[in-house]
């Protein structure tokens, strides 16, 4: 581990040798080009749907699980994520399905993609190109064509948003536009406070990411917003900080984990606690948090509380998933490693191809 100081632009650049810092405080404006790409989407789908599923895996998928979040307490039909290679028996001409794979040769999303076409679903693929594209083009089925040149999880916006705008477009939700704009403003805002021009003192990325240095992550979210984005930031210091890293939501881990932290405290001292807090987590979950909090003091090393800003439930998703990007990215930075290769994937796919 390198440790290097946070505040040192030059050896920050250094160390992100594939630009990884400049797409992510690009989001903002990523996010607006996803929302205009999906308006200008042609597509004639009928709006009787009876449920959607969203196919896609890892970079991609969690732009599902992100939508699935945000439209939980709205959306009066079904919605799966499907992350494998078969999709469930219900599946038919009454679901619209997205197929999300930022290559375009996700095996699995094409697999899934096949399937659907089969039984009748309207499909709309959300892609840079690659053999969805093509089969896309084959049927003359709709594409919401996405800029190429990005890791798939620094495409968040591309990968999610059109989800939102197409199914309000069709009517199946209601209108987004005024928690677009305010999740907008508050990325603009993050960008600017979580910047590597911001001194280390007053950047909460960067004292974060100096708190997780030498220790594992372990990501505690609850129902709603945050659950979502804990799921992000595990992945996140997977992938950009290269440390292994867990996650749980409350109530659930409640009756299992919230045990798991009696024994192995030599291990367990090398944890750091992330709990990602919402303004609108209920009552019950807040006493939950507290209690547990009570409970496990002392068998891990460290804890931090991480709150969500905005009203929108769209608005304190992004705010906290925004912070994650910048967190593990400056964590990447203290351990020393280039947050853009994924080798271990890269060799797992290649290897898959030659079975």
Known sequence: ?????????????????????????????????????????????????????????????????????????????????????????????????????????????????????????????????????????????????????????????????????????????????????????????????FSPHKPLNQNEAKILATRLCGKVPVIYGSDGPTSVAALRWKCQFNENSKVPAFWNVFPELNHNETVGWELLGDITDHFLLLLLRDAEESERVKKRVEITRSLIEGRFGGASEVWSGGKSRLARTFSLIYLGDFVSFYLAALNGVNPSPVERISVLKRRLSEE
């Open 1 to 193: 581990m390198n440790a290097i100081d946070l505040d040192d632009l030059k050896a920050i650049k250094k160390i992100d040798e594939d630009g990884m810092l400049k797409t992510i405080e690009d989001f903002p404006l990523q996010c607006r080009e996803a929302v205009d790409l999906a308006c200008g989407l042609s597509f004639d789908i009928p709006s009787d749907m009876r449920s959607v599923v969203v196919l896609g895996m890892g970079g991609s998928g969690i732009g599902g699980d992100i939508a699935k979040v945000l439209l939980e307490d709205e959306l009066r039909i079904p919605f799966l994520v499907n992350k494998g290679y078969l999709l469930p028996r219900f599946v038919d001409d009454k679901t619209l399905c997205f197929a999300v794979s930022y290559s375009g040769n996700t095996e699995e999303t094409l697999s899934g993609f096949d399937q659907a076409v089969e039984r009748g679903c309207p499909v709309i693929s959300i892609t840079t190109g690659g053999l969805l594209e093509n089969k896309a083009e084959e049927r003359s089925l709709p594409i919401v064509k996405i800029p190429k040149g990005l890791q798939p999880r620094a495409a968040l916006g591309y990968l999610s948003l059109p989800i939102l705008v197409v199914l309000e477009r069709m009517a199946l939700i209601g209108d987004k536009g005024q928690g677009i704009q305010e999740t907008l403003a508050i990325l603009d805002e993050r960008a600017k406070n």
